[in-house]
C-alpha cells in the first residue's frame, strides 16, 4: 500500500492546495470507466474533477500517478490518500479548459473581500445572467482556496465552461444546462 498521509503542520502549503483540490472530487462519481473518482497528478499538476468543475493546482509534492482519497479530516488538518493500483484512463483534462484568451467577457475579482464572498459571487452571476448559469455553491468552492490575489473570470461563450484563474491555480466549472 502506497497510503501517503498529508497534514497541514508538515506541508502547510499541499495541505491547503490539495484541500481545494479535492472539492472538486467525487470519490463515488461513475460517469464512464470511473476515472474521475482519482486524484490525477502529474509532474507539475494536480488535477481534480466530479465532470461538473474541476480544480488544478501545482505539484509542489508528490510523484506522477492516480490516487484515492482514504480521509479528509478537517478538524484535524490532516488528508490521507494512497496511489491507485487501478488501470482506467483518465480523460483528457487539458482539453476541458477552454481558452481563456477568446473569452466572450473577461474580468477580475477579489476572492475575499471584507465583507464576504457575496460580492464576487454577485459580481461572476450579474456577468453570466442571460449567458449561462453555473452552481453558485462551486463559485465559493473555487474562490475559497484561490488567496488574497485577484482572480480573473473568463466567460468563454453561451452553455460554455467559466474559468476562474490565479497565476498558480484553474478552477473550470460547467454550465448547468437547462
Known amino acids: ?3 501517503i498521509h498529508v497534514a497541514k503542520k508538515s506541508f502547510s502549503v499541499d495541505y491547503t492546495e490539495l484541500r481545494w483540490a ?4 467525487d470519490p463515488e462519481c461513475v460517469i464512464g470507466n470511473g476515472a474521475l473518482r482519482f486524484i490525477l497528478v502529474t509532474r507539475e499538476f494536480i488535477v481534480c474533477s466530479d465532470c461538473r468543475r474541476m480544480h488544478i493546482t501545482p505539484n509542489r509534492l508528490f510523484s506522477p500517478g492516480k490516487f484515492r482519497l482514504l480521509k479528509i479530516d478537517d478538524r484535524s488538518k490532516f488528508i490521507d ?3 491507485s493500483q487501478r488501470e482506467c484512463q483518465y480523460p483528457d483534462w487539458k482539453r476541458v ?4 484568451d477568446e473569452a466572450a467577457m473577461r474580468f477580475t ?3 475575499h473581500p471584507a465583507s464576504s464572498h457575496a460580492t464576487p ?11 449561462n448559469s453555473i452552481n453558485p455553491v462551486y463559485v465559493m468552492d473555487a474562490l475559497d482556496g484561490m488567496g488574497e490575489d485577484e482572480v ?3 466567460i468563454t461563450g453561451r452553455d460554455k465552461p467559466v474559468v476562474l484563474r490565479q497565476p498558480e491555480k484553474t478552477a473550470v466549472i460547467m454550465p448547468v444546462l437547462m
Open 22 to 25: 479535492l472539492k472538486a472530487l
Open 81 to 83: 490518500i494512497e496511489k
Open 97 to 100: 479548459v477552454p481558452m481563456c
Open 152 to 154: 480573473e473570470v473568463f
Open 1 to 3: 500500500m502506497n497510503a
Open 109 to 111: 475579482v477579489e476572492p
Open 121 to 131: 459571487i454577485a459580481k461572476i452571476c450579474r456577468a453570466l445572467h442571460q449567458r
